[in-house]
T-cell receptor
């Protein structure tokens, strides 16, 4: 079992650009959440996807959007990048019937210059 | 406002010594409680969780945590630290009616010295 995988590992973008991050959930999991972890901070919840719909959202602007595909994989899109979007972006997956049995991926390190 | 506080940003402990990491939360009702560990280049790994019942919770890697409702605390302990325990530790809470939306503390960096 490969666990939760994320791509790419690292990414450098310029302010104003757009970026797409990808996540493949652990086998058997159908729910995916995304978190942003700024340097020296704890992760902050961005949103959660289940059955290809956004089910919950944290306090993030509309520049942050996502998608879930029929195979349960997910993308996080960020438009009009700001320097403050530089962070580690973590994906977590779980089975919909499992309370909080979330598994986290290694993350994508995004640097905005 | 809901919050999770980890008062210690950084802790240094000798190998073989005991470790205690503090976590306090402010919430409308008793939430679900978690401790995660993050090593460099690694994702978050769940150490243990508390949903209800026995207030002393056993986790992986020899860790345990005690829930104290009166103090709104969920402190993590390990009797004897190994060098491999050097990592960042996060306390997290989640509402019982909103699956998966975790709120994390800022973390405690643990350094283990020989």
């Amino acid at each position: 079992d490969a666990g939760v995988t994320q791509s790419p590992t690292h990414l450098i973008k310029t302010r104003g650009q757009q970026v797409t991050l990808r996540c493949s959930p652990k086998s058997g999991h159908d729910t995916v959440s995304w978190y942003q972890q700024a340097l020296g901070q704890g992760p902050q919840f961005i949103f959660q996807y289940y059955e290809e719909e956004e089910r919950q959202r944290g306090n993030f602007p509309d520049r942050f959007s996502g998608h879930q595909f029929p195979n349960y994989s997910s993308e996080l899109n960020v438009n009009a990048l700001l320097l403050g979007d530089s962070a580690l972006y973590l994906c977590a997956s779980r089975a919909s019937g499992e309370h909080y049995e979330q598994y986290f991926g290694p993350g994508t390190r995004l640097t905005v210059t | 406002a809901q919050s999770v506080t980890q008062p210690d940003i950084h802790i240094t402990v000798s190998e073989g010594a005991s470790l205690e990491l503090r976590c306090n939360y402010s919430y409308g009702a008793t939430p679900y409680l978690f401790w995660y560990v993050q090593s460099p280049g690694q994702g978050l790994q769940l150490l243990l969780k508390y949903f209800s019942g026995d207030t002393l919770v056993q986790g992986i890697k020899g860790f345990e945590a005690e829930f104290k409702r009166s103090q709104s605390s969920f402190n993590l302990r390990k009797p004897s630290v190994h060098w491999s325990d050097a990592a960042e530790y996060f306390c997290a809470v989640g509402p019982t009616d909103s699956w998966g939306k975790l709120q994390f503390g800022a973390g405690t960096q643990v350094v283990v010295t020989p």
